[in-house]
């Protein structure tokens, strides 16, 4: 006889809760189960089978919910939106200023050419770019980027967002592409990281880079 290979399935006792987390996972995302299911890298009817199997007998395995897990950022089988304090991107941008200047300061080319572009508007402002988040849309650390909080983000913006993780109180500004509705980081040296969905409350968008400065050192 062979043996046959025992799978890790989720029936029974856990096929309810499983269901719920599926369910609160896909609105949290705001996708529907054929969406969630796609993103994963799953096929379309994957989540939504097992979600209208009223038999019992229809089980999913513990790969195809690591898979979900992975693509949302939801620990398996926890509701989503109770992420552990600290569960934040590292800030990766600073408001500019000018070295030991005054940035008006008519001697420093840097300075003037900054405030060209902040002054002419009150919905402007100057960040400086620390980390290599986005360096394969080529923004590199010490650019500069001018953001405008009145600009609508479109698909494929660079935008300025806010992370709050609200269990510990700590905000966090980052610099991201924006391909809705998420923001997520573009970097060979960073490697793949989890997007994060614009929510306009735990993230939101402050502002769309409008240009990028690059300084000669």
Known sequence: MFAVPQLNVHRMSTSSDTKNWLKQVAEHMNMSPSQLALSSGLAA?????????????????DKTLDAISQFTGVPKLQAPGQRRPGHLPEPDA??????????????????????AWTET???????????????????????????DENRRPRAGDIVC??????QSGQSDTVMRLYEPPYILTHSARLGASRPEQVDDDRVVIRGVAVSVLRFRQ
């Open 121 to 147: 508007s009150n919905s402007r402002e100057a960040w400086k770019m620390k980390g290599w988040a986005l360096e394969l849309a080529g923004v590199m650390p010490g650019d500069v980027l001018i953001v």
């Open 45 to 61: 009817s994957t989540i939504t089978r097992y979600l209208n199997d009223k038999s019992g007998d229809l089980g999913i395995s």
């Open 94 to 115: 600073e408001i500019w200023a000018p070295a030991g200047r005054s940035a008006n300061d008519n001697d420093d080319p840097v300075a003037a050419t900054i405030a």
């Open 161 to 166: 967002a806010q992370v709050t993780d609200w």
